[in-house]
């Protein structure tokens, strides 16, 4: 996937949050070469895919200056989550240490979806 494809996905990802996840989205802007998805709580999530690396992505919700939590999807393997039934996919909830597995899917837009579902549930919006 080139940088230019990258950008693209980005694109679409960003219409999907604005246009579906309106209650919960309020801006979003592509930063350091990932997407940052601003909510109305004050926190953001990134998307980031990797030029590079075919199908690598990461999908980080900052929370911690809001309540002290962090959740992220991601695909990168990490050793921590070799005994998941989902490796190389695995869910921080809430902490960096606490590590589950959890399949949002495959598909970026499938993915996105689900992450913001997630999120606005934990938001009750």
Do not use: C, Q
């Not at 002290?68 to 393997?77: D, E, F, K």
């Not at 590590?99 to 689900?114: A, H, K, Q, S, Y």
């Amino acid at each position: 996937m080139s940088i230019h494809d990258v950008i693209s996905l980005y694109g679409r990802l960003s219409e999907v949050a604005l246009r579906e996840y309106h209650n919960i989205v309020r801006e979003t802007k592509i930063i350091e070469n990932k997407l940052r998805i601003f909510l109305v709580d004050g926190s953001y999530i990134d998307v980031w895919v990797s030029a590079k690396r075919p199908g690598v992505y990461a999908f980080h919700w900052e929370r911690r200056a809001i309540d002290g939590t962090v959740y992220r999807y991601n695909n990168i393997p990490d050793k921590r989550a070799r005994h998941l039934p989902t490796f190389p996919k695995h869910f921080h909830e809430g902490s960096e240490e606490n590590i589950v597995g959890r399949d949002f899917g495959d598909d970026p837009e499938e993915i996105l979806r689900n992450f913001l579902d997630y999120a606005r549930s934990l938001m009750r919006m």
